[in-house]
């Protein structure tokens, strides 16, 4: 069965996008950036950079980014 990704957080830069998904994931909760496929840093104005949870992580993930990350576009 393949499991479903929610996005918790919207950027504009990958770096802000790395930074959240990596604080996820220190605390136990998987995270990957998406839509990063650009070198042109600018194309990203036009299409976010979204970090995403599995589903059954998202409750979760949404607190702990309230509780702790201040950076969160979402």
Same mark, same amino acid.
Do not use: C, Q, W
């Given at each position: 069965?393949?499991?479903? *990704?929610?996005?918790?957080?919207? *950027?504009?830069?990958?770096?802000?996008?790395?930074?959240?998904?990596?604080?996820?994931?220190?605390?136990?909760?998987?995270?990957?950036? *998406?839509?990063?496929?650009?070198?042109?840093?600018?194309?990203?104005?036009?299409?976010?950079?979204?970090?995403?949870?599995?589903?059954?992580?998202?409750?979760?993930?949404?607190?702990?980014?309230?509780?702790?990350?201040?950076?969160?576009?979402?």
């Amino acid at each position: 069965m393949e499991e479903e *990704f929610k996005t918790v957080a919207r *950027f504009r830069d990958a770096m802000s996008a790395h930074i959240l998904a990596g604080m996820l994931n220190d605390n136990g909760i998987p995270a990957a950036v *998406f839509g990063e496929n650009s070198s042109y840093v600018s194309i990203n104005y036009v299409d976010e950079v979204l970090v995403k949870v599995n589903a059954s992580d998202e409750e979760a993930a949404l607190k702990l980014i309230e509780e702790n990350y201040s950076g969160s576009g979402e």
